[in-house]
């Protein structure tokens, strides 16, 4: 993009342009005409007192020594982005790709699911017909090699793997694989493809008539993906729905707008954003969505962020459902993802949502100073806000009610309608140290392997949990494999932890299987307190 040239400065106008294109457009927003203002860009970055042009003109052009110029266009946009809001931020070309993938539902691949709990590349699961399934790679399978490179008992970092197995669809890659009563290796060719990303991790009937959906971000299928999942879940008999935000960090804005249409009525108000000049968009619900007439619970906590809250604030706010869980993270502004033509980004706040009370939930932040905005988190774990919703105080200023009469506050994301405290009742010594160490996973690895054939045969729910229910002696297996592992038993604590030493091996052998996640979150619910009090619930207002 740039070089290094003695004889002309065009390069540096170029690069102030790629760095104030997009800080300076939002000033520009009020004037009538986009070619007003590109001229007043232009005008402005052609000043002789622009210091930031002049500046790196002088460096182009008498600087002693050879600079580059793409170089240095890498530390002076982070450095400028520094100076706005959290989260405004540059993105080199190298991680773009990384961050967009998740987001845009799909990616080229061969279309497994694997783990390096130990030192070798073990296959989960495979997507079927996908093209893994298609070389007859198998759940359970060890990638011993690719292309003829050796990868088991190296130690590679996950990313280096994840490095050669992808690449463009169309092409290539061998697998050399150990698989369970074959000696030698087994080899498969496997032609790269598409393969989709999902954005619902998980979606089944929990107990009768209530479905869980779980969701892990925005993407752009979510909509998608959730109008097909509720579907089958009517279809399944369920009849009202839990719908788990809670990590969920957000994503496009536009799929929190047409998902919650799903649940709103015509013309109640969705979000609206307002920009520097004020001005608003308001996003109001068309009256065309599904699941206008389901009872919903929404489960929200600190990792909730963004696309998350607006979607539970706009429920909320509707007096829509339920909110339950713990207090939001707290994120209220639009960003806006303007390209540069080497492959970068900025992603530049442009403006800020508020729900349809009005509340902007952002919460406090100082300019420069990102280290305090995030440890937010860990100062109201310390606060004791995780445990108790009376040491989360709101100012009185930022109060609003909802049509229905329910009073909510802004100023520090969304709080829920009911607080569940994070429960830590059943966490010992014991437990922290083998699920810590990773012993209580290697487990379910070595238990999958002994079972593969009765795992690999499992297609719904209750046949996973005759299986494991026909286990009575599973907590006690392990007990003496964590023994092995040098985690000395300690019979109080283990009776203490039991029950969710139990949760933990069933939900990981359950992913070991073809319903994957959905086998996760089957077993892992009865310990998760946030989802029985949304049960509870949803069972009362029934």
Do not use: C
């Amino acid at each position: 993009m740039y070089r290094n040239s003695k004889h002309t400065v065009i390069f540096p106008l170029l690069l102030a342009a790629g760095v104030v294109l997009g800080l300076l457009l939002g000033q520009f927003m009020g004037r009538n005409s986009a070619e007003s203002q590109l001229r007043g860009i232009l005008t402005r970055l052609t000043q002789p007192d622009n210091k930031l042009n002049y500046t790196l003109s002088l460096i182009e052009n008498r600087y002693v020594d050879s600079v580059s110029m793409d170089s240095l266009v890498e530390h002076v946009i982070p450095l400028v982005t520094r100076e706005l809001d959290p989260h405004s931020v540059y993105i080199p070309a190298s991680e773009m790709q990384a961050l967009n993938e998740p987001l845009e539902g799909e990616f080229d691949g061969i279309g497994v699911v694997f783990n390096m709990a130990t030192d070798t590349v073990i296959v989960l699961n495979v997507i079927p017909s996908g093209p893994s399934d298609k070389a007859g790679v198998r759940a359970g399978d060890r990638i011993i090699e690719i292309d003829d490179s050796l990868v088991a008992g190296r130690k590679l970092p996950q990313n280096d793997v994840v490095r050669m197995l992808r690449g463009p669809r169309g092409t290539k890659v061998k697998l050399s694989l150990g698989r369970q009563g074959i000696s030698g290796l087994v080899d498969a060719e496997v032609v790269r493809d598409a393969i989709p990303i999902k954005s619902i991790e998980s979606a089944f009937v929990i107990v009768d008539g209530i479905g869980y959906v779980k969701l892990s971000q925005f993407a752009r299928t979510s909509h998608a993906e959730l109008l097909l999942a509720l579907a089958r879940l009517r279809s399944e008999g369920a009849e009202r729905l839990i719908f788990d935000l809670r990590g969920n960090s957000g994503g496009y804005l536009d799929q929190a707008i047409s998902i919650a249409n799903e649940f709103l009525h015509e013309g109640q108000l969705i979000v609206y954003t307002e920009d520097r000049a004020h001005r608003q968009e308001r996003q109001y619900a068309d009256g065309r969505g599904s699941a206008q007439e389901i009872e919903v619970a929404v489960l929200i906590d600190e990792g909730s962020a963004s696309s998350s809250e607006i979607l539970a604030g706009a429920l909320q706010d509707n007096d829509r459902g339920t909110i339950i869980g713990r207090r939001s993270f707290g994120k209220g502004l639009v960003q806006q993802q303007i390209p540069y033509s080497d492959g970068s980004a900025l992603r530049l706040t442009t403006a800020r949502y508020f729900t349809p009370t009005g509340r902007s939930i952002q919460k406090p932040y100082t300019i420069g100073d990102d280290e305090a905005y995030e440890e937010d988190i860990w100062n109201r774990y310390r606060n004791n806000e995780f445990f108790s919703a009376d040491s989360i105080r709101f100012a009185d200023s930022l109060k609003r009610v909802t049509p229905g009469g329910k009073v909510v506050y802004g100023g520090g994301g969304i709080m829920p309608d009911l607080f569940v405290p994070a429960d830590t009742t059943e966490v010992t010594p014991y437990y922290v140290e083998v699920a810590g160490r990773n012993i209580l996973y290697r487990y379910t690895i070595e238990y999958a392997d002994r079972h593969r054939e009765a795992l690999n045969a499992v297609r719904t729910i209750p046949e996973l949990q005759r299986l494991l229910d026909g286990d009575s002696r599973l907590v006690d297996d392990f007990v003496r494999y964590a023994a092995q592992k040098g985690v000395r038993p300690d019979y109080g604590q283990i009776a203490r932890s039991r029950h969710l030493i139990e949760a933990q091996l069933r939900a990981y052998i359950g992913r070991n299987t073809p319903l994957e996640d959905n086998g996760f979150y089957a077993n892992i619910y009865p310990v998760d307190n946030v989802i029985l009090r949304a049960i509870e619930e949803l069972n009362r207002t029934e």
